[in-house]
């Protein structure tokens, strides 16, 4: 049973009030989450002040725009909202269009003169939108496009989760580093879910529809041609097709750089889950040079191309199976931008100066410094600084280990290259069917693990593993190693192929072992690095939490989830605290138990509202053997891929907004924070605290998404707190299970309507009760 609702006695006088006087955001957004779903364009130059498009849901209350990183401002224009018409308005839109395109073709127009009229004999009234705003000074092409998008309106059902418009303004400082920012809207209540918005070095342009090369009849202008470099941006609605004219030069090594998955990583309602863009560049004389629909195992396709001679080149970008929706927003970077292709080593130790050799296009060096200065972050990036123009970055690992460089020749277990443990290697598949051995000296009973990293430092390297013993003997190998718990990967967020293999095995007896390598595609070349780790485990861990926005009224609680990456078989409790946090703010539940990969737990609101968002930092700590280890818990969106799948996003910051009425009661909480022991197969009472006061017709709890076979059997109160009785039906839950409880409150009322004998009730969610400790226990 996943959800038990319980019915409050109403001489629940005490909880009620609390209701009344803490309707909590959260309950609001648990119905109607604010949230957006692109924006349009989703970058800009330095030094430059623009408008952008931002679609998404329940944003009818938006007041402001927050950025997270310097050097960009944003503020509200205006709210639009969705683009309904009714029949009317289809006919006047249709005439307004039809007449401004025979005025542009000097055709007559004395057939579209005559505005519609209701039956009322008012005339038609179009709604304010900013792509029909303009229509009696557009040009011909651009009322084309809004001939092919809106011949149809109202007759398709529109995306809900995209449907609503809102413009806002973006001002790019002129020193502003170039890179990634994420923008949220604030909604009244709270904010929206961050977006990536990025910063960019040269000139932007906006795609010109109507740009679809297939306009047959139209004979529509010329596209505005662009010179180089330049940013294109774009968005690839249904059934489009877009293209743009550049002005290239003869010996130019180009690079067009497709930005479309970086933007939206995921999309819920789509396959395979993202805009899987193409582009295809076609000579001065139509033909097709080069196309691309990816970049190694990256969706968004990058192009290189050598300019044989000057001439007018056409860009053409469309979505592989020519699906199309406002949230496939792309941008192309075309230039002589450096792009570097392959780096080697992938890493460093800690502490120790380590130079990467690097190649690629249009790189004036051939290394670049990796930054391998003590710090928490393992995973960090590097670019190239060509000037005030930078590279594309680059991912690299930076470890504790001694390191040490593969040696050719060690194809072979005969030619296996002699090392020490612990180690990390770093190493190439250099060539199609290349093989790296290496042989270390074991124990028996020793465990020993064999780690990859290579697919997640963007590596094209789908790498394979083989432990062998001395006499050949394959004693275990790996391909591909998934952290993934029911339809959740736990890994990377932006990958779906996770191609790094990982072993964790106990040796035999004493003795030479073999650690071999191999692409397991046969593949091959000098991007093809690896870093191997060959090491006694070393056991860790790192953490997220989901979500990566919070909005709480003062003196609410709201569910958050606690995500633990185990690593090398830790598998011991991790508590989880605030670091330098307001007063007031307050964890509950806050610890993940053994064995357990993630926990729901409640953050608690000060009493009194922020002018401005908290950006709160969380951190785990556990002990491992005789260390204390702490780690940073990192913010994160649980975003689902296609209708099932769902992934670990990463976000830059933990936000929290806290807003409405000054919390002034006793704030509710458990009388005992201790882990409540449950007994296989029986009950167990929690007491919890709740203020004093007033009363409501029928309060209900509900148990949020608990473990199969736990229920909420009762409710009752005893003095100035209530008693939750919790049971076990079955024998689903074993002893050692344990966890949090959420428990959501919910206020039956009546749901408004004309016909008070036809009235019905509704549930109105109320926010939730501090996170409950539980432990199955033997009876």
Not at 362 to 377: A, F, I, Y
Not at 438 to 464: H, N
Not at 572 to 579: A, H, K, N, R, T
Request: hydrophobic share 40%; charged share 25%; net charge neutral.
């Amino acid at each position: 049973m996943k959800n038990t609702t319980v019915r409050v006695n109403p001489r629940w006088l005490c909880l009620v009030t609390f209701l009344f006087l803490t309707a909590t955001a959260w309950s609001q957004s648990s119905q109607r989450e604010q949230h957006i779903g692109y924006l349009y364009p989703a970058g800009g130059k330095q030094g430059t002040t623009f408008q952008v498009t931002v679609g998404g849901q329940f944003l009818r209350r938006v007041t402001d725009v927050y950025v997270l990183g310097e050097g960009v401002t944003a503020s509200l224009v205006r709210y639009v909202g969705n683009f309904k018409l009714d029949g009317s308005q289809r006919r006047e839109l249709r005439r307004q269009v039809d007449l401004r395109w025979n005025t542009l073709r000097k055709q007559p127009t004395t057939k579209y003169e005559t505005p519609i009229k209701r039956a009322d004999g008012e005339p038609v009234k179009l709604p304010d939108h900013p792509l029909i705003n303009n229509l009696d000074t557009m040009n011909l092409r651009e009322v084309a496009y809004i001939r092919s998008l809106f011949a149809n309106v109202g007759k398709q059902k529109p995306n809900s989760q995209i449907a609503e418009i809102v413009l806002i303004e973006v001002t790019i400082a002129p020193d502003a580093i170039p890179g990634r920012r994420e923008l949220r809207l604030d909604v009244r209540t709270g904010f929206t879910n961050p977006m990536i918005f990025e910063v960019g070095q040269t000139r932007e342009v906006l795609e010109s529809e109507y740009n679809d090369p297939h306009t047959g009849w139209m004979k529509l202008p010329d596209l505005e041609v662009a010179d180089l470099p330049v940013v294109l941006n774009g968005q690839i609605l249904p059934g489009d097709i877009d293209r743009f004219p550049f002005r290239a030069t003869k010996g130019q090594t180009l690079v067009l750089d497709l930005h479309a998955r970086q933007l939206v990583p995921y999309i819920a309602d789509a396959v395979p889950g993202w805009f899987q863009a193409t582009m295809a560049l076609y000579d001065p004389a139509g033909n097709e040079l080069v196309f691309a629909d990816d970049f190694r195992f990256n969706p968004d396709p990058v192009i290189f191309f050598d300019v044989p001679r000057d001439g007018i080149y056409e860009l053409e970008i469309r979505d592989a199976i020519y699906r199309g929706r406002q949230d496939f927003v792309y941008r192309v970077h075309i230039g002589t931008q450096p792009f570097i292709t392959r780096m080697y080593p992938l890493g460093g130790k800690e502490g120790v100066a380590t130079q990467a050799e690097i190649s690629g296009h249009n790189l004036s060096e051939t290394q670049v410094t990796l930054d391998t200065t003590p710090g928490e972050k393992s995973i960090r990036q590097t670019v190239l600084h060509q000037g005030e123009t930078l590279s594309n970055p680059m991912t690299f690992a930076v470890d504790t280990l001694p390191e040490r460089n593969e040696q050719e020749p060690n194809n072979q277990v005969a030619e296996a290259q002699p090392i020490e443990v612990p180690l990390t290697l770093n190493g190439q598949i250099r060539w199609a069917g290349d093989s790296d051995v290496f042989q270390f000296e074991g124990r028996a009973g020793d465990e020993i693990v064999v780690d990859v990293r290579a697919r997640r430092l963007a590596s094209p390297l789908d790498a394979l593993i083989r432990l062998i013993d001395a006499s050949g003997d394959v004693l275990a190998w790996n391909d591909d190693y998934v952290e993934k718990e029911g339809h959740l990967y736990r890994g990377e967020g932006l990958l779906t192929h996770y191609a790094d293999p990982y072993l964790r095995f106990r040796l035999p007896k004493d003795g030479a072992y073999f650690v071999q390598i191999v692409d397991a595609q046969r593949h091959g070349g000098a991007a093809y690095a690896y870093r191997l780790r060959i090491a006694a485990p070393r056991p860790d861990f790192s953490l997220r939490v989901t979500p990566s926005t919070l909005n709480i009224r003062p003196g609410n609680a709201v569910p958050i989830r606690v995500h633990a990456l185990r690593k090398d078989g830790f598998n011991g409790p991790i508590d989880i605290m605030l670091v330098g946090a307001p007063p007031e703010f307050l964890l509950s539940g806050a610890r993940i138990p053994a064995n357990r990969n993630s926990v729901r737990m409640t953050l608690r609101a000060p009493r009194n509202a922020r002018k401005a968002p908290v950006h709160l930092k969380l951190a785990g700590r556990a002990k491992i053997g005789n260390t204390l280890l702490n780690r940073p818990v990192l913010p994160a969106d649980d975003t689902m891929q296609a209708f099932l799948w769902r992934h670990l996003v990463s976000a830059r910051e933990l936000l929290v907004t806290v807003r409405g009425p000054k919390y002034a009661g006793r704030f509710v909480q458990l009388v005992n924070n201790a882990t409540l022991p449950i007994p296989e197969g029986g009950t167990a009472e929690v007491h919890v605290l709740t203020p004093s006061a007033a009363s409501l017709d029928t309060v209900q709890l509900e148990l949020d998404n608990p473990p199969d076979g736990l229920t909420l059997v009762s409710t009752r109160v005893s003095g100035d707190s209530m008693v939750l009785l919790l049971g076990i039906e079955g024998k689903g839950l074993e002893a050692g299970y344990a966890g949090n409880l959420i428990t959501n409150i919910f206020i039956e009322e009546d749901q408004p309507g004309k016909n008070a004998k036809r009235k019905r009730k509704r549930r109105v969610p109320y926010g939730s009760l501090p996170a409950i400790p539980f432990e199955i226990v033997k009876r």
